[in-house]
């Protein structure tokens, strides 16, 4: 590798591939070499090659007014807007060099080191007959370098071009058990405590064993004193998560906005979406990620698939996207998690800013954009979540009270804990990060199966500031019970994982956030699961004494506590109801009386799941189970779409 230096291959890096899949958009027409000789010197040099090899002038022209209008090199403009495919280019590269073009038949060495050479496009080759020793899958300035070799008669020997699709996936195919490795013990290795892969720290287990041998002992000599006691605790809890829902639907604001960037301006955007077990939505996927109002030579999306996963592979495969797309094959490894996948991409993210997709997520057109302002605005902003919307809230009583859920959410309590400055639990899709940022607290945790709560909360322990952004991102909502228990069971599994994650060090987590910061996390946090954990129990008994005559024999502490626990239902209930309404009215949405009448039911049965994730929690903790999509049963071509606050028509459930 000594002829070619690294630092050149690595001058390519952050300059995305291409784009669009429609007819016009795939290969550049040939035409006559005569016609392309004749305009091939008014070429920038990293396309001038093409014209004499006959490619078409008028694709190559609109390269590079592309280029010049997005603040780009010629040959990111070429492939990103989809005038050339990505093997027919570095083919044509490779003849006009005279060097060979690897098509993948000789191996990488074992020792390659894959994110080093994914991101500077230069891998070293095993031995073999040919005499090569590299391959090259160089970008823009390394293109220029290698041209000017050329030119001079010095091109390094023994070096092969690839396209750098086919370096990235020969190179995964060799380290693949390195890069599983990294990807799910990174963090765990940068720091044990803030990993949900070993449960509870030997620190917790000896308070845990304490406090059981405390509570038997109390319990054996005032059982009346203990139950006060552990109710008031509860109590304070939950009056703690019901005062900061409220103070952060009070606090609700619509996000800010920024002045839009010029096309130059915009930075490289990484997308990454995770799929496994998704090859009904493949399709669908591409055409959201396709119809983003964003410059094509300008964005790097990662296409994560499992290596098991044939049918996904080859929907993918039969579409011939082009060269922006980029499929990455996950090796196979524990734990089988969306996290996993994350980490296992984002090494090879050419962008500045990335953000997280879904397989059957509907951005709105403009929300890179808007993302790209609001960061350009505010450098001390690290993190902006989009508001996640139900396009099939009608579909059933179950969609539709997700609906309600995610209205109240994103359009009032997210935004109101932004405001408050107060940590936020992301949400698993749509959230926008600056990549140096999320490199820095770690990324995500792949044996926490709630990996958004969980970032989110180191992201606040890291002191970055997570702000709205206003933007929509529409999604699929479970329509049957069954799919939806199995998703919220793994929800508050992963919720439970991140309160025994986040208690492992307490005072060290209050010192970082503050003493307000993390009394929010903890009601963020413990509200959710020990409220569904405790809440009913607690809130049976006490109706339980009412109705049995057993007040009339009951201490004036315990009638002080029942009476506490009513107050904190019905504050609870209230602070279900009011907001949901006030979302629902935000999004036009017009519902049934049975659907608000049927709100209790809906938290009661969150309660259910939350006992099912403390049994799975015990028996199988990182199990990720899997959210079926394309199951819905009224699109927008029935029900309109909700698009957010005041956006788009009105919608009935």
């Known amino acids: 590798m000594g002829d070619l230096p690294m630092q050149a291959a690595a001058r390519g890096r952050g300059w995305p591939r291409s784009d669009p899949y429609n007819a016009q958009s795939t290969v550049a027409r040939r035409e006559p070499a005569q016609l392309s000789a004749r305009v091939g010197g008014a070429f920038a040099p990293e396309i001038a090659f093409l014209a004499a090899q006959g490619w078409a002038p ?367 639990p992301l949400g698993g899709t749509s959230n926008h990060f600056r990549v140096e940022t999320l490199r820095r607290v770690g990324a995500w945790d792949a044996w926490n199966v709630t990996e958004d709560a969980d970032l989110g909360m180191r992201l606040a322990f890291a002191g970055v500031r997570v702000a709205t952004l206003a933007s929509s991102t529409a999604e699929e909502a479970p329509v049957v019970f069954a799919s939806w228990f199995r998703q919220r069971v793994r929800w508050q599994k992963g919720w439970m994982q991140t309160l025994i994650v986040h208690s492992r060090r307490p005072l060290c987590f209050a010192g970082a956030l503050g003493r307000c910061r993390a009394l929010a996390a903890l009601a963020l946090i413990g509200g959710s699961t020990l409220g569904g954990l405790c809440g009913p129990p607690l809130f049976f008994a006490a109706v339980w004494r009412a109705v049995s005559g057993q007040l009339a024999a009951a201490s004036v502490w315990q009638i002080t506590g029942d009476l506490a626990i009513y107050l904190l239902a019905v504050s609870g209930l209230m602070t279900m109801a009011i907001p949901g309404l006030t979302a629902m009215r935000r999004r036009r949405i017009a519902a049934r009386p049975s659907i608000l009448a049927t709100l209790p039911l809906y938290y009661a049965l969150i309660c259910v799941a939350t006992w099912a994730a403390l049994f799975d929690l015990a028996i199988r903790p990182h199990h990720w189970a899997k959210t079926e999509h394309g199951l819905r049963r009224i699109r927008s071509a029935g029900r309109p779409i909700v698009q957010g606050p005041k956006r788009g028509r009105p919608i009935s459930i």
């Open 58 to 424: 008028g694709a190559l022209l609109q390269a590079e007014a592309a280029a010049r209008r997005y603040g780009v090199s010629a040959e990111q403009a070429l492939l990103g807007e989809g005038l050339i495919g990505e093997d027919d280019y570095y083919r044509a590269l490779a003849r006009h060099l005279r060097l060979p073009f690897y098509r993948g038949e000789i191996r990488v060495a074992q020792s390659v080191e894959a994110d080093p050479a994914i991101a500077c496009g230069v891998a070293p080759l095993a031995p073999n007959r040919a005499g090569l020793r590299v391959i090259a899958a160089p970008r823009a300035a390394a293109i220029r370098y290698l041209l000017e070799r050329a030119e001079a008669g010095a091109l390094p020997s023994g070096v092969a071009i690839a396209s750098p699709r086919m370096l990235s996936d020969k190179v995964r195919a060799e380290a693949g058990a390195r890069i599983a490795e990294t990807a799910a013990d990174a963090l765990a290795r940068r720091d044990p405590a803030l990993c949900a892969r070993f449960g509870f720290s030997p620190r917790q287990c000896v308070a845990l064993g304490v406090f059981a041998v405390v509570a038997t002992s109390a319990a054996a000599v005032a059982p009346g004193g203990l139950a006060l006691v552990l109710s008031a605790t509860l109590w304070s809890l939950f009056a703690a998560a019901i005062v900061l829902r409220n103070l952060a639907v009070a606090a609700a604001a619509a996000p800010a906005s920024a002045r839009p960037l010029d096309d130059a301006d915009l930075p490289i955007y990484t997308i990454i979406a995770p799929l496994r077990g998704e090859e009904r939505m493949v399709a669908k996927l591409v055409r959201s990620l396709d119809a983003l109002d964003y410059p094509r030579s300008k964005l790097d999306i990662k296409l994560v698939v499992e290596r098991d996963d044939a049918p996904t592979r080859a929907a993918f495969e039969s579409l011939d996207l082009p060269a922006r797309y980029e499929i990455v094959v996950a090796p196979p490894g524990p734990p089988a998690t969306k996290p996993r996948a994350l980490n296992i991409a984002l090494p090879a993210a050419r962008g500045a800013l990335v953000v997280v997709y879904d397989a059957e997520d509907e951005p709105d057109a403009d929300q890179l954009r808007l993302a790209a302002a609001r960061f350009a605005a505010e450098p001390d902003v690290d993190c902006l979540q989009a508001a996640l919307t139900i396009d099939n809230a009608a579909d059933s009583w179950i969609s539709a009270m997700f609906a309600v859920e995610y209205a109240t959410l994103f359009d009032l309590i997210n935004p109101g804990l932004a405001a408050l400055d107060l940590p936020i």
